[in-house]
């Protein structure tokens, strides 16, 4: 059975980091796509990052580059996110997701499987 579990959300302060980490269970994270998605109350999920399975490719929404960085540790069998220079508006939700074909994307509806989430709140 497929399953991620995504831990390390917390609150705060504007400028402090956080490391979020997706547990994977039933596959391995080097074989499918893991995409990290938010949604904050009132808006819409959003695809944050993305790391591809095929060559490892990364994608950054526009909003999030040059501040977080998607890694994965085969090894462990799990994905992060970490969140550097936070700002209040990254105050969400955050998911991880599982894409079986690979490739990755953005957009949440290319994915197979959800993870619970794991509440980011970052105080001005």
């Known amino acids: 059975e497929v399953q991620l579990v995504e831990s390390g959300g917390s609150l705060v302060q504007a400028g402090g980091s956080l490391r979020l980490s997706c547990a994977a269970s039933?596959?391995?994270?080097?074989?499918?796509?893991i995409g990290w998605f938010r949604q904050a109350p009132g808006k819409e999920r959003e695809g944050v990052s993305c790391?591809?399975?095929?060559?490892?490719?990364?994608h950054y929404d526009d909003s999030v580059k040059g501040r977080f960085t998607i890694s994965s540790d085969n090894a462990k069998n799990i994905v992060y996110l970490q969140m550097n220079n936070l700002k209040p508006e990254d105050t969400a939700v955050y998911y991880c997701?599982?894409?079986?074909?690979?490739?990755?994307?953005?957009?949440?509806?290319?994915?197979?499987?959800w993870g619970q989430g794991t509440q980011v709140t970052v105080s001005p």
């Open positions: 790391i591809s399975s095929t060559d490892r490719t990364t």
């Open positions: 997701a599982a894409e079986t074909t690979g490739y990755g994307s953005l957009r949440g509806d290319f994915y197979d499987y």
């Open positions: 039933g596959f391995a994270v080097d074989d499918y796509a």
